[in-house]
């Protein structure tokens, strides 16, 4: 990040559904990093999902950050093939 401090930004927090399959994490992951976002914490619930068949597994993405950078992130990840649903809370 920037010299920005943390502090002065928002939390902001992203609930998605993703397919439980190899490489999701890291294609999740390089929407932040490309972007230069850095996230707070990744939580996985461990609980599978079953969405239109698939397995799928449930996360919390939290990240520091300007409500419009939460837009264009959410809008990206909802572009990827591996991620069922999202959704924005926070």
Do not use: W, Y
């Amino acid at each position: 990040m920037d010299s920005l401090d943390c502090d002065a930004l928002p939390e902001q927090i992203i609930k998605l559904i993703v397919r439980d399959e190899p490489g999701t994490l890291f294609l999740i992951s390089s929407v932040f990093s490309n972007r230069g976002i850095s996230m707070r914490s990744i939580h996985l619930h461990e609980e599978p999902v079953l969405r239109h068949g698939l397995s799928c597994t449930r996360l919390v993405i939290r990240f520091f950050g300007e409500d419009g950078r939460k837009k264009i992130i959410s809008r990206l990840l909802s572009r990827l093939d591996c991620v069922i649903e999202s959704s924005d809370s926070g």
